[in-house]
């Protein structure tokens, strides 16, 4: 099997379920499209760009929006950040660094 294979094999796989005040959320991780494409909508708000990640990832178990363009304000001004935060850490995933310090952790020490 090919790498691109294999990476797109992985992307289907990585379709992930989250918890939040008792609903499910269901994300895939972000792709480099789709960041493109809201960059490019959003060049210079960071907040925009947040938000409509949102609208664009966050489904329930039938695949259908949990959001609508409809909740972009509220998304943005009347949702406290550390209930979006589980949510975005789904989205893009694990950074550099804890990628590096899981891998510390799961490599047996060179003895």
């Given amino acids: ?3 691109i294979e294999k990476l797109k094999d992985d992307f289907a796989s990585r379709r992930r379920k989250l918890e939040v005040l008792g609903e499910e959320v269901w994300v895939t991780p972000m792709t480099v499209g789709e960041n493109t ?8 708000d960071s907040a925009a760009r947040s938000v409509e990640t949102l609208v664009r990832k966050c489904r329930d178990a039938e695949g259908k929006p949990i959001f609508t ?4 304000e509220a ?21 550099t660094a804890e990628l590096e310090k899981k ?3 799961d490599d047996p020490p060179n003895t």
């Fill in 103 to 105: 891998s510390e952790t």
């Fill in 1 to 3: 099997m090919s790498l």
């Fill in 69 to 72: 363009k409809d909740d972009k």
């Fill in 37 to 44: 494409v809201i960059g490019a909508l959003y060049p210079n």
């Fill in 75 to 95: 998304l943005r001004s009347l949702v406290a950040g550390d209930r979006l935060g589980p949510i975005f850490a789904a989205i893009h995933g694990p950074s």
